[in-house]
């Protein structure tokens, strides 16, 4: 099926954030200094650049989470609304503060992430989310911030036969300093449809180098449904679906901000794979294309379209 099925919805939870964009010429070193070239405050946060990055393809986005009512809050939920993000299930916390990162860049796509949880994102419960929050909904993505919402929700989908996608996008140990322990990561592992994380993820789960070794040893503890994807950066991806390991290189592109590859490589996914239903090949192209041209902008939000990635995909076929 090529198009888009009309009035498919996807309902996001997990980081929402604002990030700080320190521009440099290099990344620090210890002890040492590093000049600040430009300075930005930027709406971004993992699942929210995902839910962004859905509604440029076309989809129609539900984003659940908590953000604080403070500044950035404010700054982010307008952000979220003039995307045309539908934000009826974001909540606002009296008092609160809203997590927000602070993202330092280098040349060639270097960057690193201090984060500031605040007390918003990690404290949202199953109960404060409505009953109808999954109605008409056709794909759940989670990050897993938020866990107690995040395993009902997933509960819930399953029940309903709804695809439940988990981007691992940290580590376990880091989830755990989050206060996301590692029985509730296992039960979401158990419980989603897709699970998709990258290089430190699967070594730290599993202890594996190398990517298809990960894969088997993670696949084995796991029945997921539709299998596992290990995104390895500009050495492309790997999905481990009914036994069999398929590989998407890195398309090259002039790298000019890594941020929010992997945010948009699982926009991709879900809108490709659960919205359009096309054959897991052309998802896993199509999803490395979304990620290839966030790439070759600054920021953490994809600025593409169903257009452009389709034509970008034309283009690398005929080259």
């Given at each position: 099926?090529?198009?888009?099925?009309?009035?498919?919805k996807v309902l996001t939870l997990g980081t929402v954030a604002?990030?700080?964009?320190?521009?440099?010429?290099?990344?620090?070193?210890?002890?040492?200094?590093?000049?600040?070239?430009?300075?930005?405050?930027?709406?971004?946060?993992?699942?929210?650049?995902?839910?962004?990055?859905?509604?440029?393809?076309?989809?129609?986005?539900?984003?659940?989470?908590?953000?604080?009512d403070d500044h950035l809050g404010q700054v982010f939920a307008?952000?979220?609304?003039?995307?045309?993000?539908?934000?009826?299930?974001?909540?606002?916390?009296?008092?609160?503060?809203?997590?927000?990162?602070?993202?330092?860049?280098?040349?060639?796509?270097?960057?690193?992430?201090?984060?500031?949880?605040?007390?918003?994102?990690?404290?949202?419960?199953?109960?404060?989310?409505?009953?109808?929050?999954?109605?008409?909904?056709?794909?759940?993505?989670?990050?897993?911030?938020?866990?107690?919402?995040?395993?009902?929700?997933?509960?819930?989908?399953?029940?309903?036969?709804?695809?439940?996608?988990?981007?691992?996008?940290?580590?376990?140990?880091?989830?755990?300093?989050?206060?996301?322990?590692?029985?509730?990561?296992?039960?979401?592992?158990?419980l989603c449809t897709l699970f998709v994380a990258g290089r430190?993820?699967?070594?730290?789960?599993?202890?594996?180098?190398?990517?298809?070794?990960?894969?088997?040893?993670?696949?084995?503890?796991?029945?997921?449904?539709?299998?596992?994807?290990?995104?390895?950066?500009?050495?492309?991806?790997?999905?481990?679906?009914?036994?069999?390991?398929?590989?998407?290189?890195?398309?090259?592109?002039?790298?000019?901000?890594?941020?929010?590859?992997?945010?948009?490589?699982?926009?991709?996914?879900?809108?490709?794979?659960?919205?359009?239903?096309?054959?897991?090949?052309?998802?896993?192209?199509?999803?490395?294309?979304?990620?290839?041209?966030?790439?070759?902008?600054?920021?953490?939000?994809?600025?593409?379209?169903?257009?452009?990635?389709?034509?970008?995909?034309?283009?690398?076929?005929?080259?």
């Open positions: 099926m090529n198009g888009l099925i009309p009035e498919r604002m990030d700080v964009i320190l521009e440099s010429n290099q990344l620090p070193q210890n002890d040492g200094f590093a000049l600040v070239e430009g300075e930005h405050l930027v709406p971004g946060g993992s699942c929210s650049n995902v839910s962004v990055a859905l509604q440029k393809l076309g989809a129609t986005v539900f984003q659940a989470g908590q953000i604080g307008a952000d979220l609304k003039a995307n045309g993000v539908n934000t009826e299930f974001l909540k606002v916390k009296k008092g609160g503060t809203t997590l927000h990162t602070y993202i330092i860049t280098a040349p060639e796509g270097q960057h690193c992430i201090f984060a500031n949880l605040g007390d918003a994102v990690n404290t949202l419960k199953a109960e404060d989310l409505p009953e109808h929050v999954l109605d008409g909904i056709s794909c759940f993505y989670t990050d897993m911030f938020s866990p107690d919402a995040a395993l009902w929700l997933a509960r819930e989908a399953r029940r309903r036969d709804i695809p439940v996608v988990y981007n691992m996008q940290c580590v376990p140990s880091f989830m755990a300093a989050c206060g996301v322990s590692r029985e509730e990561l296992e039960e979401m592992l158990s430190e993820a699967f070594q730290e789960l599993t202890g594996a180098q190398e990517p298809k070794s990960a894969l088997a040893i993670l696949n084995g503890r796991f029945n997921v449904k539709d299998g596992l994807i290990y995104t390895a950066g500009s050495e492309g991806a790997y999905w481990l679906r009914e036994g069999k390991v398929l590989t998407q290189k890195a398309y090259p592109v002039p790298v000019v901000d890594t941020t929010g590859a992997g945010d948009c490589f699982c926009a991709g996914m879900v809108f490709d794979y659960y919205l359009r239903q096309r054959t897991p090949e052309e998802s896993l192209a199509f999803a490395g294309a979304v990620a290839a041209l966030k790439c070759t902008v600054k920021g953490p939000r994809s600025t593409t379209d169903l257009a452009m990635v389709e034509d970008f995909i034309h283009s690398q076929q005929n080259d």
